[in-house]
């Protein structure tokens, strides 16, 4: 099997990898609320199991990393590359230290930017969904800074995963372009 293929299929197994990775750190973490906590409270300094979130958010980036460059290269994907790195690094330095929270905004801002961006592109190029990516990405922008600015919760979980859920529909979506041999 090629190897596009196998980033294609890994793109489309991404939202299994993403619940399973969830699952098990919130197994270490009893405590964790989706309605109060923020995502990366699992990976905080004060948590004695932190390295069960900062891992799997690091693996998740390098996972997301080699299949976004794979879509780049078959003209599908432009900052989520780029996007991924930023992600690695909320990995990296937990939410105590100054790089985390830039980094985790750079995140969606260019993972969300992406699929607008492409979405587009795909859109003028013929492909009947792609100009309802551009308009669901700019949505879930709009919905993430309405629940967080909002307060809808205390805590930011929620809109952390309405961000990712749109971001790993879109995995699985590009990965099944690619597995058709689509390209733009």
Not at 27 to 35: A, I
Not at 104 to 116: G, K, M
């Given at each position: 099997m090629e190897f596009s293929?196998?980033?294609?299929?890994?793109?489309v197994s991404f939202p299994i990898?993403?619940?399973?990775?969830l699952l098990i750190v919130l197994?270490?973490?009893?405590?964790?609320?989706?309605?109060d906590n923020a995502l990366s409270d699992m990976g905080s300094i004060k948590n004695p199991v932190n390295?069960?979130?900062n891992g799997f958010i690091m693996l998740l980036a390098v996972l997301g990393f080699i299949t976004s460059i794979g879509a780049f290269k078959n003209g599908l994907s432009y900052l989520m590359p780029i996007a991924m790195v930023f992600l690695f690094l909320v990995g990296v330095f937990p939410e105590e230290y100054a790089p985390h929270g830039p980094s985790?905004?750079?995140?969606?801002?260019?993972?969300?930017?992406?699929?607008?961006v492409i979405g587009i592109k795909l859109g003028r190029n013929g492909v009947?969904?792609?100009h309802a990516w551009s308009l669901l990405a700019v949505m879930t922008f709009?919905?993430?800074v309405y629940l967080v600015k909002a307060r809808v919760f205390k805590g930011l979980a929620v809109p952390e995963l309405v961000g990712a859920a749109t971001i790993l529909a879109w995995f699985v979506y590009i990965g099944l372009l690619q597995?058709?041999?689509?390209e733009v």
């Open positions: 293929k196998v980033l294609a299929y890994l793109g990898i993403f619940t399973v990775g197994s270490q973490n009893p405590w964790f609320s989706f309605t390295y069960y979130f985790a905004i750079l995140f969606y801002v260019l993972a969300l930017a992406d699929i607008a009947s969904v792609g709009a919905l993430m597995l058709r041999g689509i």
